[in-house]
């Protein structure tokens, strides 16, 4: 078993950054990908930003250019470094790992921004 856990969002104005963290605790020795999903209010979950199997990178294609996406690979830590925030940036954040069986997700936790 994989336990996930998020931390880092918060309230922020309009262009402002935030970073998110992401540790995972367990049985991390087989985890082989992590990454970033996103859920607004009344919208489907969507992926933000991801490392894949084969450490490859993955981004949402709106949002390339302002969130980056980090990582110990050894710790498994990941991070997300969101700058010039938008309003439609505002949702639950998701920390998620995978070991090519199972797909482990943290609570998430909310960013909210404001214009």
């Known amino acids: 078993q994989v336990q996930l856990v998020e931390s880092g969002g918060g309230l922020v104005q309009a262009g402002g950054s935030l970073r998110l963290s992401c540790a995972a605790s367990?049985?991390?020795?087989?985890?082989?990908?992590m990454g970033w999903y996103r859920q607004a209010p009344g919208k489907q979950r969507e992926l933000v930003a991801s490392?894949?199997?084969?450490?490859?990178?993955n981004y949402a294609d709106s949002l390339k250019g302002r969130f980056t996406i980090t990582r110990d690979n050894v710790k498994k830590l990941v991070f997300l470094q969101m700058n010039s925030l938008k309003p439609e940036d505002t949702a639950v954040y998701y920390c998620?790992?995978?070991?090519?069986?199972?797909?482990?997700w943290g609570q998430g936790t909310q960013v909210t921004v404001s214009s």
């Open positions: 367990g049985s991390i020795a087989a985890i082989n990908a």
């Open positions: 490392f894949t199997r084969d450490d490859n990178t």
């Open positions: 998620e790992a995978s070991d090519g069986m199972c797909d482990y």
